[in-house]
């Protein structure tokens, strides 16, 4: 049984108060809020493990270097990776996309090659390509969308040419939580013996994630987005891909030996890894998956998918509501506007009713542009979000809605 109000009481956060009113967090496509197995990890890590990784011969460090591989390991159960090689700790999915952007295009894009992204990408699955095109002249095109947000895959398969090398693009729009047909995507890409690159920022944490089923070749997410720490990510690759691409930084632990005359480089996934990694926040993300599997990313999936589809047909009975985002396969985002209220003045006044939504354009700008307006007010839920919350959230709207 998913009980909600049993794992809410592993949130602590979830219990305060803000401006005397209980907080009903619904910005989680941001960021998710911490259980206290994950803080505790942290904490304890610190103050009875603490040591550098990979250096020691001492105690510590072997203790530290061990939780540290321990959690490459749970990371690849997680997303059933083939093998540990192909875990990249990164700091993100923003560095997860701008180490894949950097490294794959040295290793195998030339002036005029092509990479397809979509319409509906965060910034971080675009501007690494526009930094990109600054060294290699490599053409970005774009796979349009429906009014609904769903991808136009006849339009998808028209993309390709002899030049596409790889197409990159989000699991879930963060914006529209469109669920986009990453398997098909990946299926056709491969038809044209192109590799595919999927942003998983937004879909790691909502719904089961196979990187063998869905044939991906890289896929990147974030930890603090599903109930970790900050600062720590994944770049997930394929092992063929990884082995032929070049170091994105230099420094400590990614070397095999360094002379002034040549320096060789560490296996993998150490190659990518250049610096003190932020040890302490991958055994944290570590206690978040088990977390997350222990009470079972199906059900999860299940419980938010039920959260979406009420909020959805209550949001819809407000007079002047416009959603974005009405894709048939839709996870827990839901971003809107209300008559002519101007988002920033709806997520403030949400606010002081003591719910945090996101307002702007959510780091997807072209997606603005297409959508035709300038930002959204967006609601979005996790695994300890109840129905309650979203009859706050309508009639927090509504009330805002009367005073305009
Ligand atoms: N989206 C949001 O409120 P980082 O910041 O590196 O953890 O994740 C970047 C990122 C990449 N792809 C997608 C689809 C995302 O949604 C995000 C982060 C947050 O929507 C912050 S802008």
Redesign the pocket.
């Known amino acids: 049984m998913y009980d909600v109000y049993k794992i809410r009481e592993d949130f602590p956060i979830l219990g305060r108060e803000v401006y005397k009113r209980p907080l009903v967090y619904l910005d989680n496509?941001?960021t998710t809020q911490k259980p206290r197995v994950v803080v505790d990890s942290l904490v304890n890590e610190y103050y009875s493990v603490n040591a550098n990784v990979h250096r020691g011969v001492h105690f510590l460090s072997q203790q530290a270097t061990e939780l540290h591989e321990a959690s490459r390991e749970t990371v690849r159960r997680f997303i059933n990776a083939r093998s540990i090689s192909e875990i990249i700790f990164t700091r993100?999915?923003?560095?997860s996309?701008n180490l894949l952007a950097y490294s794959f295009g040295e290793a195998f894009l030339k002036d005029g090659d092509e990479v397809i992204v979509s319409v509906m990408e965060?910034h971080?699955?675009i501007v690494p390509w526009q930094l990109l095109q600054s060294r290699k002249n490599i053409v970005l095109k774009v796979i349009p969308m429906n009014d609904k947000g769903e991808l136009l895959m006849d339009e998808y398969k028209a993309l390709f040419t002899e030049k596409t090398k790889l197409v990159s693009v989000?699991h879930?729009?963060?914006v529209l939580g469109t669920i986009n047909p990453v398997k098909e995507i990946i299926k056709i890409a491969h038809g044209h013996g192109v590799p595919v690159a999927i942003?998983g920022?937004?879909s790691t944490p909502h719904i089961p994630v196979d990187v063998q089923d869905l044939d991906a070749d890289f896929f990147a997410f974030?930890g603090?987005?599903i109930y970790g720490p900050t600062g720590v990510?994944v770049l997930y690759g394929k092992e063929d891909f990884l082995e032929k691409m070049p170091p994105y930084q230099g420094g400590g632990e990614m070397i095999q030996n360094v002379s002034f005359e040549k320096t060789t480089f560490n296996d993998l996934p150490f190659k990518f890894e250049a610096g003190t990694p932020d040890y302490v926040a991958t055994t944290g993300l570590a206690k978040a998956l088990d977390y997350c599997s222990a009470l079972g990313m199906e059900n999860i999936a299940a419980h938010e998918q039920e959260l979406t589809r009420y909020a959805m047909e209550r949001m819809h009975q407000i007079e002047g509501m416009r959603i974005f985002g009405e894709a048939k396969e839709k996870d827990a985002v839901i971003s809107f506007l209300v008559g002519d209220i101007h988002h920033l003045d709806l997520g403030t006044l949400l606010d002081r009713l003591g719910i945090a939504v996101?307002t702007g354009h959510?780091?997807a700008e072209p997606l603005m542009r297409r959508l035709g307006i300038e930002g959204t007010v967006r609601a979005s839920f996790a695994l300890y979000n109840t129905k309650e919350e979203i009859d706050a959230l309508v009639a927090g709207i509504e009330r805002v809605r009367k005073m305009f």
């Open positions: 496509g941001a993100g999915t923003t560095e996309m965060h971080s699955n989000a879930v729009s963060n942003d920022a937004q974030s603090h987005k990510g996101r959510h780091c």
